[in-house]
């Protein structure tokens, strides 16, 4: 990916959101838009900052029956989107259907957008994996299973904790991990339970990481996100 840190914009609506974005000046970002913040505002909101030179990653996990997400997928990839998001809890077939979807909708001339299969939730303990949700084994198990799905489907990036990711790269050639859960030391965990410093995702492998609170509740967010790139560039 051109840009390797990209940032949550878990904001409640555009106007927070783009006085955030004022606070970088000229840097072109890659700009994760998760649910709460497109339910609010729409496609308007990719146009919009799609237009100012950033790329966007929308992430709304599709999952649901093949059919319905390829009709999904269709549409998104109409919206100019770079980088969007599925279950591989939803299976092979699914994922297929979503990749169907993106290629079928993309206007001519344009890269059809990439689309990363979500392993487990950087959120998941392994303790709620096996007594809450019901699949056994480890943790790694688990994501691995996925991502092997997600590679057989189709799909060139997958969405797993950094702690996943070396293990992934080695077992599933050509896979690109895309890792949220990314603090620096000082930061607070939050509801994350799987956590790494950039430093520590790039050793293990990640190529590409997710970056929300850290970087848009820093009282100098700019400093903050060069601080991490600069972590990210020197490993």
Not at 63 to 76: C, E, F, G, M, Y
Not at 107 to 119: E, L, N
């Amino acid at each position: 990916m051109n840009h390797p840190l990209i940032i949550a914009m878990d904001f409640k609506e555009k106007t927070e959101a783009d006085t955030f974005l004022e606070k970088f000046a000229e840097e072109k970002l890659f700009l994760k838009i998760g649910m709460e913040l497109f339910y609010r505002e729409g496609p308007d909101l990719i146009h919009t900052w799609k237009e100012s030179g950033h790329s966007i990653f929308l992430d709304l996990k599709l999952h649901d029956i093949p059919n319905t997400v390829k009709s999904a997928a269709r549409q998104l990839a109409a919206l100019d989107v770079d980088l969007t998001t599925v279950h591989a809890a939803g299976g092979m077939r699914m994922m297929e259907a979503a990749l169907e979807g993106l290629d079928a909708g993309t206007p001519a001339g344009r890269a059809v957008p990439s689309c990363a299969a979500v392993t487990q939730l950087t959120s998941t303990s392994e303790s709620v994996m096996n007594k809450e949700i019901g699949i056994p084994g480890t943790l790694e198990e688990s994501v691995l299973h996925y991502a092997r799905g997600a590679a057989e489907a189709g799909m060139q990036h997958v969405i797993s904790s950094a702690w996943e990711a070396g293990s992934i790269k080695q077992q599933i050639p050509g896979m690109k991990a895309v890792t949220p859960g990314i603090r620096l030391t000082e930061d607070a965990a939050d509801d994350q339970n799987r956590v790494v410093t950039p430093a520590r995702a790039r050793e293990y492998g990640s190529d590409a990481i997710v970056v929300g609170r850290s970087i848009t509740l820093a009282e100098e967010p700019l400093p903050k996100y060069r601080t991490m790139m600069k972590q990210w560039r020197d490993h």
